[in-house]
C-alpha cells in the first residue's frame, strides 16, 4: 500500500500520462496558491476600505458628532453613522439610566421599516431593560445589551439562534411576531472618558458590502464600531454636561453671601466719607422735601 | 443703558442731560455718537476749575433722530494723559455735586442721568446718595448678586426713595419670570426689566442705541418699560 502511489506513478509515467497527471497535480496547485493570492488581495483591500472608512468616516463623524447640539439628532446620526459603517439592517441606541436600567432611545430597521426615538418624533414604546435583578439585584448577563454594558466589553454573536450564554428568547419571540429573522448581532458599550459606560450601541445583521448577504460582525468591524462608541460617547459626555449646565444656568440661584456682604458693607458705611455724605445726603432730601411740600 | 435710558426719556419730550462720571473707562459718547475731535472741555476739566460744568456739555439730541426733549452728554475725556492724571490725582467727589447741580439749573433739566463706573467707589456713592432713582445694571451671575447685595443695602442706607433693578444680558434659555420672582424677593426691590441678551446688542456693541434702532426687539419693549417708570416717578 505504501508503494502504492509510486506504482501508480511510474504506471503513468510508463505510460505517457504522467505528464498529464503532475500538470493536473500543478494546477491544483496553483489554484490554491492564486486563490490564497487572492484572498491575500482581498484582505488588503479590505484593510485599505478600513483604514479608508476610518479616515473618511469614522473621523469626520466623530467631529459631525462633537458639534452636535441637539439630542436627538445626535442621538440618530450616532445610530445611522454606525449602521451605515457596517451595512447593518438594524440598531437600537440605549442609553444607561440613574434607576439602572438600559433605556431605549432609538430603534431602527430598514427591512422592517421601523423608526423609533430620534427625530422620528415616534416614541419608543419598548420597556427598559434592567441591568440587576431588581428582587435579587444579581447582575442581569443573560441579555447581551445589559451584559455589555455591565461588562464594558463588546459583545459579538455570529448567529442568533445557534449561539449560547445568552437569552435571546425576546428577539427570537420579536422575529415570530415580525417574521423577521435576527442573525448576527453586535453590541458595543459606549463609554466616558472615566470609563463609565453611559450607553449601549447595538447593531442587527451585518451585511457584506458586495453581496449584502447577513454576516457576522467581523473583528475589525468590531473595532471600527468601539472606535465610533468612544466618539459617540464623549459626545454624549460633552452633551450631557452642557445640558446640565444649562440647567443650572435656567434655574440659577441668587445666592448672597449674607456675612461677606456685611463685612463689605460696614467696610464702607464706617467710613468718615460714608458717615459725612449720609448725613448731607439726610440733609439735603429734608431740604428737597421741605421745598416740596 | 444710560444711554438708551436717557434717550426714551428726552423722546417723551423732557430736557435731559448725561454726565459720564466713569472717569476711568468713559466710553457713553459712542452711543450718541460724539466724536473725540467734538469734546473740547469734559467733565475732567470742570474737575480741575478749568471750565463751568455747562461748557462740557454737548448737545446730542441729533443722536435721537426723532423729535424730543434736548439731551446733552457731558463726557469724561477720553485722552489717555487726562485719564491718568485724574487716577493719580484723585479729586474730591463734592464737586461733582455742585456740577450737577449746576447743570441742573443752567440747562433747566427735568432729568439728570449719572453713568458710573461699575462697583462701588466715592462718586458712586455721591451719585447714589443725590439721586432720586437709582437703576441698578446686573448681570445674572453670581458675582453681581453679591455686588448688588452690597450697592442695596448702601443704597437704603443713603435713603435712596426710588430704587429699581435691570437684569441685564440674561440668556434666553433663562426663565426670566423665575429670575424676577428671586430678585425682587431677594433684594427686595423691584426688577424694572429683564434685558435678554440679543446678536443685535452684541453687534452693535456700542455704536449705536439698539432701543432706538431696533424699537420692535424684545430688548427695546422692556428699557421702554424702565424709561416708563422714571417718567411715572
Redesign the interface.
Known sequence: MIHLPFSILNFFWSYGVGASLLGAVGIHVGQKARSHSQNLVRQAEREKKRADKLANFVIPIGLALAVETDLNTLLEKILLEAKILSLADGGTLYLVTPENTLRFVMVLNDSLKIAMGGTSGKEVSLPPLNLYDPATGVPNLHNIATSCALDAQSISVADVYSAEGYDFSGTKAFDKKMNYRTISVLCVPLKNADRTVIGVLQLINARAPETLQVVPFDEHLCQMMELLGLLAAASLASYLKTKKL?DQ?????????EV??ER??AE??ESD??KS??S???E??AKVKGQNS | MTANLSSLVALAGKRVAVVDTDVQSPGIHMPFGLGEDRIEFALNHFIWGECPIEKAAYDVSSALKAPGGPIYLVPSSMKISDIGRILKEGYDVRILNDGFQALIEKLELDYLFIDTHPGVNEETLLSIAISDTLVLILRPDQQDFQGTAVTVELAKKLDVPQMLLVINKALPSMNFADLRAKAEKIYDVPVAAVLPLTTELVQLASSGMISLLYPELEVSREMRKVADQILAS
Open positions: 444649562t444656568i435656567a434655574e440659577l440661584k441668587i445666592q448672597i453671601d461677606k456682604k463689605q458693607v464702607i458705611t466719607y460714608f455724605l449720609q448731607r445726603a439726610r439735603m432730601r
